[in-house]
């Protein structure tokens, strides 16, 4: 869990392969408002890995 790739800073591109998804599909889901821990850094989306990680275990991420 202390690995340093867990927290470093990725892509709206790299989150969705992380997570097993098109760019597409994390774009519509932030602009849905579906609580993905995203955060605007200029004009970017970022992501943490750790982040995106809790998201998942939380079971927030399950689509309804």
């Excluded at 599909?25 to 821990?37: A, E, M, V, Y």
């Amino acid at each position: 869990m202390n690995d340093p790739m867990n927290d470093s800073w990725i892509s709206i591109d790299e989150a969705a392969e992380y997570l097993g998804i098109k760019p597409v599909t994390l774009r519509t889901w932030i602009k849905k408002k579906k609580s993905i821990p995203a955060h605007k850094i200029g004009k970017q989306w970022k992501f943490k890995c750790s982040e995106l990680d809790e998201w998942v275990k939380s079971g927030k991420s399950a689509i309804k």
